[in-house]
């Protein structure tokens, strides 16, 4: 599996378990990866139409499509 699909995995599995997808920072912790790095999956992820991503002023929310 790469780390895209992990990445969709763990917010997966995180939004069904606690009701909220995780943020970039407990992403990043959960799978041992720079920010950086997630960043620039979660931007692969919305590029693919697999999340969508609205920014509301001081909140960035990011749903499951």
């Not at 599996?1 to 009701?19: L, P, Q, R, V």
């Amino acid at each position: 599996m790469d780390i895209t699909e992990k990445a969709y995995s763990f917010m997966k599995t995180s939004k069904d378990k606690n009701g909220y997808v995780p943020t970039i920072q407990q992403i990043s912790d959960g799978l041992n990866l720079p920010d950086h790095e997630v960043k620039a999956v979660i931007e692969q992820l919305k590029e693919a139409g697999r999340i969508k991503i609205t920014d509301i002023p001081r909140e960035v929310k990011i749903e499951l499509v």
